[in-house]
C-alpha cells in the first residue's frame, strides 16, 4: 500500500517501522529535517520535509495516488486539518488521526465525510490504559488482548517456581482441562520460540502465550503461574495524560496514590481526581518519598512518567523497597527489549499498544482485529472467513486442511462461530471444519508470514 505519515515523533516513528517491515511504500513528512534524515538511514522510506497541512506539501508526498494518511502529529488540530485536506482536496480513500483531546470522538458527525473526513481516531493514551487496565485486572499475565469483543483472550504469562506445571509437559496441562475452550499458541524460553507438541516441557520462567475464552481465563492463569493476590494498592509515578487518565477509571476500585513532580500539575490534578486518591508532589526516583508512602506495600507500582530512564530508575527501586509488582512505560524499544523480564516485571510501549488498531486497517481481507507481539516481532490476528468453497481458500476446510495452507509456524488458535449473543469460542480439533463468517484468530510469529496469511482471507471469484 502507498501510506503517508504526517508527522516523525515516537507514535510516527513506530509506525513507520512497522508498516515499513510489510514492503509498504512509505512517506514520512515533518519540519525536522534532521529526524527526517535519521529515519531514512534506518528504515526504507522517503523523508519529506515540511508543512503538513499545505497542500502542496502533501502533493509532493504522493497525496494523489496514497491509499491511506496516517496523521500523528503532535498537535489535534494539525492532524484533523491534514485529513481533512486529503479527503477534500486528493480524495484519499482511508484517513486515520491521532487525537489526543476526548471531545473528538470517532463516529461523531464532526469527524464525518462532510466534517474533518476522520475515519478512524487512534489515541495511544487511551490504548495504553485500556492495556494496563487489563494488567490490574489480571495481575498474573505480561498481557491481555481482547478477540472477538472479549469473548476469547490472548494472555502472556510467565511460568513461575509454585506453579504446578513448572518442568511438566504440555501434554499434561492440557489433559487437565479437557472440557476448558483453551490453547497454547506459543512458548518463548528467553527469547527462542519453543515448539507447541505435547511432549514439549515447560520450565521456570518460560513465557506462554495461552488462547481461552473469557469465562475461564482466570482458572487457566492461576494453573500456569499460581494466582496472585487481586489488586487493592497502585502507586503511580507520572501524573501526566496516561496517569491521570488510569487514575481516574481506578475511582472507586483499587486504593491509588500518585506522584507528580510539577506544582502546578499538583494543584491541577488533585481538582481533577476524588478526595480519596492522595496526590504527591515529588519525583518518583526519590528513596525516601517512596519509603515514607509505605511503596513496599503496594501490589503494582506504576511508572507513567514522559521520561524512559525515569522510569526505569522508579520501577526498579520501588521492587528493590519492596512493591508486589512494578511496570515501567517505555518509548525507547531498545530499552524495552534490554529491562524485559529483568527486576522490572513488566514494559509497555505506547506506540506498540496503538500498532493493532492501525495494523487493522492495513491488512487485506477482512481482518477485525490485529496485536502486536513480543514488541512487534510477533502478531496475533483475527479474519473473517467469507464466501464458500469455491471463492475462499478456508471455508469448507478442515483444521488440518487448513494447517497444511498456513506457513510454517503460523498457528490457528481458535475459531468464533455465530452472532451476537449465540457467539462461542470453538478450540480447533481435526474435525472442526470453517465455515462462511467464522473468525479465526491466528498467532504469527514472523511478521515477514503475515502477507501469505492475510490472502487465505481474501475472496476470489477465480480461485479455481
Do not use: W
Not at 134 to 145: D, T
Not at 189 to 209: I, K, N, W, Y
Amino acid at each position: 500500500m502507498r501510506i503517508v505519515i504526517l508527522g516523525a515523533g515516537r507514535v510516527g516513528e513506530s509506525v513507520a517501522e512497522s508498516l515499513v517491515s510489510e514492503r509498504n511504500d512509505i512517506t514520512l513528512i515533518d519540519p525536522d529535517v534532521q529526524r527526517l534524515r535519521e529515519l531514512e538511514e534506518r528504515l526504507d522510506l522517503r523523508g519529506l520535509p515540511g508543512n503538513g497541512v499545505h497542500p502542496s506539501t502533501l502533493e509532493r508526498a504522493g497525496m494523489p495516488d496514497a491509499d491511506m494518511l496516517i496523521a500523528c502529529a503532535a498537535q489535534d488540530e494539525t492532524n484533523l486539518v491534514a485529513c481533512k485536506i486529503a479527503h477534500d482536496v486528493f480524495n484519499v480513500p482511508l484517513t486515520i488521526a491521532r487525537l489526543r483531546s476526548s471531545e473528538f470522538v470517532e463516529g461523531s458527525k464532526l469527524l464525518e465525510r462532510g466534517g474533518f473526513a476522520v475515519d478512524h481516531v487512534i489515541c495511544p493514551e487511551e490504548s495504553v490504559v485500556r492495556y494496563l487496565q487489563k494488567l490490574i485486572e489480571f495481575p498474573e499475565a505480561l498481557q491481555v488482548l481482547e478477540f472477538a469483543k472479549g469473548l476469547a483472550q490472548l494472555v502472556a504469562v510467565r511460568v513461575t517456581r509454585d506453579s504446578r506445571y513448572a518442568d511438566r509437559t504440555l501434554g499434561d496441562f492440557l489433559n487437565d482441562f479437557p472440557n476448558v475452550p483453551v490453547r497454547v499458541v506459543a512458548i518463548y524460553r528467553q527469547d527462542a520460540e519453543q515448539p507447541c507438541e505435547p511432549s514439549t516441557r515447560v520450565l521456570v520462567g518460560d513465557e506462554v502465550f495461552l488462547l481461552a475464552d473469557e469465562e475461564n481465563l482466570r482458572k487457566v492463569l492461576a494453573a500456569v503461574h499460581s494466582a496472585d493476590k487481586p489488586v487493592k494498592r497502585v502507586m503511580i509515578a507520572g501524573g501526566g495524560n496516561v496517569g491521570l487518565r488510569l487514575a481516574r477509571r481506578l475511582r472507586g476500585q483499587v486504593d491509588v496514590k500518585l506522584i507528580e513532580r510539577g506544582a502546578k500539575r499538583c494543584e491541577y490534578l488533585a481538582t481533577e481526581l476524588p478526595t480519596d486518591m492522595l496526590v504527591l508532589q515529588g519525583d518518583g526516583t526519590d528513596e525516601e518519598l517512596l519509603c515514607d508512602e509505605n511503596v513496599g506495600d503496594m501490589d503494582l507500582f506504576l511508572a507513567l512518567t514522559s521520561d524512559d530512564e525515569d522510569n526505569i530508575l522508579a520501577a526498579m527501586l520501588a521492587k528493590r523497597l519492596g512493591a508486589r509488582r512494578v511496570l515501567a512505560l517505555i518509548n525507547r524499544r531498545a530499552y524495552a527489549d534490554l529491562i524485559q523480564g529483568s527486576t522490572i516485571d513488566i514494559t509497555v510501549s505506547p506506540a506498540q499498544t496503538v500498532i493493532g488498531e492501525l495494523l487493522a486497517h492495513v491488512r487485506r481481507g477482512d481482518v477485525v482485529a490485529v496485536h502486536s507481539l513480543r514488541r512487534g516481532m510477533a502478531e496475533a490476528l483475527e479474519g473473517v472467513a467469507h464466501g464458500d468453497a469455491k471463492t475462499s481458500r478456508l471455508v469448507g476446510r478442515t483444521v488440518p486442511e487448513v494447517d497444511g495452507l498456513l506457513p510454517a509456524g503460523v498457528r490457528l488458535g481458535a475459531v468464533v462461530r455465530g452472532k451476537g449473543d449465540g457467539q462461542r469460542v470453538l478450540m480447533p480439533s481435526p474435525e472442526t471444519r470453517i465455515e462462511s463468517d467464522d473468525h479465526l484468530i491466528i498467532f504469527i510469529p514472523n511478521k515477514k508470514l503475515v502477507r501469505e496469511v492475510e490472502r487465505l482471507f481474501q475472496v476470489s471469484a477465480t480461485f479455481f
